[in-house]
């Protein structure tokens, strides 16, 4: 079982930066791919970014160029990095993971930290 907290989320103006973390930790043994949803209020969940375990990305279209997902696999723990934020980046921020324990993959969901962007 894998336990995902994510951290980082805020209020900041448009334009700005935050910078969200998200640790994993729990029984398991290895942890492949790693990414981003996020949730608007009305809105249905959608992928923001993903990593895996080599450290190839992909991004949402609406985050390109602004966007950066990166991992420290020593650390279990996956960034993200958001920079020049808008008002429609207001979400709900959840981390996900796939993993396995010897045998079958798992997913696991952290408990989400928002993220408040103001015009």
């Known amino acids: 079982q894998v336990q995902l907290v994510e951290s980082g989320g805020g209020l900041v103006q448009a334009g700005g930066s935050l910078r969200l973390s998200c640790a994993a930790s729990?029984?398991?043994?290895?942890?492949?791919?790693m990414g981003w949803y996020r949730q608007a209020p009305g809105k249905q969940r959608e992928l923001v970014a993903t990593i895996t375990s080599g450290g190839s990305t992909n991004y949402a279209d609406s985050v390109k160029g602004r966007f950066t997902i990166s991992r420290n696999n020593a650390k279990n723990t996956v960034y993200l990095q958001m920079n020049s934020l808008k008002p429609e980046d207001t979400a709900v921020y959840y981390c996900?993971?796939?993993?396995?324990?010897?045998?079958?993959?798992?997913?696991?969901w952290g408990q989400g930290t928002q993220v408040t962007v103001s015009s």
């Open positions: 729990g029984s398991f043994f290895s942890i492949y791919d």
């Open positions: 996900h993971c796939h993993y396995t324990t010897y045998g079958p993959t798992f997913t696991s």
